[in-house]
């Protein structure tokens, strides 16, 4: 299975906390685990599918830096940072 460059994946879970009552929790895992993967880099959380269902997430390369970016239709609210939601 191809992943990323390092030989691993991408990780995003949800938990609560931030300033709009959920906020997106990134990592890197050397390992498949049994959340779901997406594209054979992402490794989503099984408990985070409810929150994030329907999103895009896009990896962004600016002149400024780069990061990575969700767009989550299910958000009622978000902060400026983009790293913290409600539902």
């Known amino acids: 299975m191809q992943s990323v460059s390092n ?3 991408v990780t995003l879970g949800v938990k ?3 300033c ?3 906020q997106y929790v990134w990592g890197l ?4 685990t049994k959340d779901e993967i997406i ?4 490794l989503l959380d099984h408990m985070a599918i409810m929150y994030v269902i329907g999103s895009k997430i896009d990896y962004i390369t600016e002149l400024g830096g780069s990061f990575l ?4 239709p299910l958000a009622t609210a978000q902060c400026g ?3 913290s939601f409600g539902v």
């Not at 594209?39 to 992402?42: A, E, G």
């Not at 970016?69 to 989550?72: E, K, S």
Request: proline share 0%; glycine share 30%; net charge negative.
């Open 7 to 9: 030989g691993g994946y």
């Open 16 to 18: 609560g906390g931030g």
């Open 20 to 22: 709009s009552g959920f």
């Open 29 to 32: 895992s050397e390992t498949k």
């Open 39 to 42: 594209d054979n880099i992402l």
């Open 69 to 72: 970016t969700v767009v989550n």
């Open 81 to 83: 940072c983009g790293e």
